[in-house]
């Protein structure tokens, strides 16, 4: 009973190769479009990805300036330093006096000689902190705090920044997820558009076979394993162009981060996306195959 | 073995066929069907082997209600059916062994049994030299041979054949008629139809006449 239903899921899947060597221009051509397609999304969805990762990568501890106002004395540094470290969601306060800050800006070459010429300093005394809890509410809720003690000019938050990309990533994913969606139809009416020239090249040993005891399932099942077959391949090579694709951008980027001195290194595909990937491939060319097999067979009517 | 009672065909363009046909096939029997053109021979033929399903009545092979078993148990029945069609439905782009073995596959003989049970087949029609022929090349006669081969490789126990003997001269139709006989003498139960009367009447089997739809009596 096993035996017999190995064979034949074995001859179906011989006969599926058989069919794919009949005609290997038409075979290849179909397989690399349906490539391209899986690849798409993809490519698309480890970009952003990337991106995000790197972006991240970049300001993991949000932080906060505030800028005190510029005629504010060392005095008022020292009472504004007290009333900071009573605020409860902040968690360490580095204060950076505006002789510092002004020493620091003349280092940046460009910018010596137009501060050389100034007699006054135009920096104000800034503090630098370190919030405790750093979701979006916390920040705002600080942020409203640290504007009204006297003397504070400005707070500049860096989370506008992680808010800003985390809306980008949501933006990605949606448009990685329709666009993936979009070409997952593709690759099922491009499948069942194979299978149906091949069921119009076959139609004769349909009829016969079907009048002769085969069943909807005995009939089917060999463009499934085709569908399927060729769906792998295709995931294959998506998964192939991908490998290149990451490997091309990775000597760019290598090549940009090294100047701006991050170690920051593109994601190749890990064995569980690569499975998945051939996986979602053959179940999509199985499922287009299904579905012109079953239109054709609701169409022809022999019972 | 077959059994219609009041069986009715309607095709979908309102053509009454069949108008109310009640007969008894038993085991073993040999009948041959016959009837002007247009009679409702093929279309006897056809519901027995479930090809068309009934309008009203039933049909009966093996004390099965074909109306009543679904696609797999059809697929069950065709498999132990022998059919000869009378456009013969051979597949051109195979030669003669192939098209022969194609019950076998659809039935999941091991491929071992098919290579012996394929020349048996062919062996019984007088085609053994002929296997890697396409059906392109063979004569009309050897067609119907070649049809009732694929027919009988699966030693079915009920044959149904649509004139086979329709393309064929008198004296060619007299010796596939006997190849039916034979057999018929080894057990199989025999429904075919024809216009052959000359033949029919050297052959001695139990006849049904059709007249516009109806059995004649
Ligand atoms: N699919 C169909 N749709 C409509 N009418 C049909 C169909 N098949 C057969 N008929 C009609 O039913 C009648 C009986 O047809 P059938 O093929 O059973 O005749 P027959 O006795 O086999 O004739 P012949 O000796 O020419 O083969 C004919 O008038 C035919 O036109
Ligand atoms: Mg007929």
Redesign the interface.
């Known amino acids: 009973m096993i035996g017999?239903w190995i064979?034949?899921h074995g001859?179906a899947c011989l006969r599926a190769f058989k069919r794919m060597g009949a005609s290997p221009a038409a075979s290849i051509i179909s397989t690399l479009v349906i490539g391209i397609a899986i690849m798409l999304p993809l490519g698309l969805y480890s970009l952003f990805s990337n991106v995000t990762a790197a972006a991240s990568r970049l300001n993991t501890e949000p932080n906060v300036n505030v800028y005190l106002q510029v005629a504010a004395k060392d005095d008022d540094a020292l009472q504004t330093e007290k009333r900071l470290k009573a605020i409860a969601n902040v968690a360490e306060v580095k204060f950076v006096p505006r002789e510092v800050a002004l020493a620091e800006m003349k280092r940046l070459a460009s910018m010596a000689d137009l501060l050389n010429g100034l007699d006054t300093n135009p920096l104000p005394h800034a503090f630098t902190l370190r919030p405790r809890a750093t979701d979006e509410a916390s920040l705002e809720q600080m942020q409203k705090e640290l504007l009204a003690l006297p003397k504070v000019d400005a707070v500049v938050m860096d989370f506008e920044w992680a808010k800003k990309l985390k809306r980008f990533a949501t933006f990605a994913e949606r448009l990685v997820m329709l666009l993936g969606a979009v070409l997952a139809l593709a690759v099922v009416f491009v499948t069942g558009n194979t299978i149906r020239l091949q069921i119009l090249t076959q139609k004769?040993?349909i009829?016969?076979?079907r009048?002769?005891?085969?069943?909807?399932?005995?009939v089917r099942r060999p463009f499934l394993y085709f569908g399927a077959l060729q769906g792998a391949l295709a995931g294959g090579v998506a998964v192939a162009a991908m490998a290149a694709l990451i490997w091309w951008a990775g000597q760019e980027v290598h090549a940009l981060t090294i100047s701006y001195g991050s170690d920051f290194q593109l994601q190749y595909l890990n064995a569980a996306q690569i499975a998945s990937i051939i996986g979602i491939g053959a179940f999509l060319g199985w499922l287009g195959a299904y579905l012109s097999v079953s239109l054709y067979l609701r169409s022809a009517r022999?019972? | 073995m077959i059994t219609f009672s009041n069986t009715v065909k309607r095709y979908p363009n309102g053509f009454e066929a069949l108008k109310g046909v009640t007969l008894s096939i038993a085991k073993g029997e040999m009948v041959a069907i016959t009837g002007h053109s247009g009679a409702g021979k093929s279309t006897l033929l056809k519901l027995a082997a479930g090809i068309e399903a009934a309008s009203k009545g039933s049909v009966l092979v093996n004390n099965q209600n074909l109306a009543e078993i679904k696609e797999t148990g059809l697929g069950v029945l065709r498999r132990n059916l022998g059919l000869v069609f009378q456009d013969h439905k051979l597949l051109f782009d195979r030669n003669a062994f192939e098209n022969v073995a194609l019950p076998l596959s659809i039935a999941q003989f091991p491929r071992a049994d098919i290579g012996k049970r394929v020349r048996a087949a062919l062996d019984k029609v007088g085609l053994l030299d002929r296997e890697k022929a396409h059906p392109i090349t063979l004569s009309g006669g050897e067609q119907q041979r070649l049809c009732i081969a694929r027919a009988i490789v699966n030693r079915p126990a009920i044959l149904i054949a649509d004139e086979p003997t329709g393309h064929l001269d008198q004296s060619y139709g007299a010796t596939i008629l006997d190849l039916f006989k034979s057999f018929n003498q080894v057990g199989v139960t025999v429904l075919l139809s024809t216009h052959d009367e000359l033949n029919l009447a050297r052959l001695k089997c139990r006849r049904i006449h059709l007249e516009m739809g109806r059995v004649a009596t």
């Open positions: 017999a064979s034949a001859q004769d040993e009829e016969v076979s009048l002769i005891g085969a069943t909807k399932r005995f022999t019972v």
